[in-house]
């Protein structure tokens, strides 16, 4: 069993940068594959990005590319998500999942944090 605990969210100005952090309350995130996602008010949650669990792979959606950076440090048990040249699009709740393989964050993940709300205002 594996507890998810996001954290970083916050307000920041269009332009601004957030770390995000999905850290193990309960459990190791070592050995699985770690996805971030999104959701806005009114949509469907998104995918945003994904760190194999050996962290030599990294997936990120297109409106991400180029902005934001996932990472883990496997001694601090904590995956990140380095958000830079935020935009208003970019405001929702923010949740890491755990999964198998990488390819499984999109389709079969394991286990889900609670979320960290990010608002970027314009």
């Known amino acids: 069993q594996v507890q998810l605990v996001e954290s970083g969210g916050g307000l920041v100005q269009a332009g601004g940068s957030l770390r995000l952090s999905c850290a193990a309350s309960?459990?190791?995130?070592?050995?699985?594959?770690m996805g971030w996602f999104r959701q806005a008010p009114g949509n469907d949650r998104e995918f945003v990005a994904a760190i194999s669990w050996g962290g030599g792979r990294q997936k990120y959606a297109d409106s991400v590319k180029g902005r934001f950076t996932v990472s883990r440090d496997s001694a601090a048990n904590t995956v990140y998500l380095q958000m830079n040249s935020l935009k208003p699009e970019d405001t929702a709740v923010y949740y890491c999942?755990?999964?198998?393989?990488?390819?499984?964050?999109?389709?079969?993940?394991?286990?889900w944090g609670q979320g960290t709300e990010v608002t970027v205002a314009s």
């Open positions: 999942n755990a999964a198998k393989t990488l390819a499984w964050v999109t389709s079969d993940p394991l286990y």
């Open positions: 309960e459990g190791s995130v070592g050995g699985y594959a």
